[in-house]
């Protein structure tokens, strides 16, 4: 096991939250967001319920000004695509349906 960059260490842990529903929703919507401590009970929750989680901080700078609530921006549309093709290619994998997991790419990396 590594030890972790202590510049990591310092640097207050953020997250967002996410969600979409294509029946009611016209875009995803932010559902929850927070900093520190906050930030840390959200991913724990998310983890828990076996929500996946993602990194990546150019996203996070871009939806962490949004209210909940709040549509994300347009220009965050092609990630948070590719983020919910993972997430629906996991939820099928988790029911048994292995072709969707074969159909595109292992991930929402480009």
């Given at each position: 096991m590594s030890?972790?960059?202590?510049?990591?260490?310092?640097?207050?842990r953020r997250a967002v939250a996410l969600g979409y529903r294509r029946e009611r929703d016209d875009a995803p919507r932010v559902l929850a967001h927070g900093r520190g401590a906050a930030a840390a009970r959200l991913l724990d929750v998310a983890r828990s319920h076996g929500i996946p989680v993602q990194q990546d901080e150019?996203?996070?700078?871009?939806?962490?000004?949004?209210?909940v609530g709040d549509r994300i921006p347009a220009e965050s549309y092609e990630i948070v695509a590719r983020i919910l093709?993972?997430?629906?290619?996991?939820?099928?994998e988790l029911r048994g349906?292995?072709?969707?997991?074969?159909?595109?790419?292992s991930g929402p990396e480009a």
């Amino acid at each position: 096991m590594s030890t972790p960059d202590r510049r990591d260490e310092d640097r207050p842990r953020r997250a967002v939250a996410l969600g979409y529903r294509r029946e009611r929703d016209d875009a995803p919507r932010v559902l929850a967001h927070g900093r520190g401590a906050a930030a840390a009970r959200l991913l724990d929750v998310a983890r828990s319920h076996g929500i996946p989680v993602q990194q990546d901080e150019d996203l996070l700078t871009c939806l962490e000004p949004l209210r909940v609530g709040d549509r994300i921006p347009a220009e965050s549309y092609e990630i948070v695509a590719r983020i919910l093709a993972f997430v629906y290619r996991l939820n099928a994998e988790l029911r048994g349906d292995r072709s969707a997991s074969s159909e595109s790419g292992s991930g929402p990396e480009a």
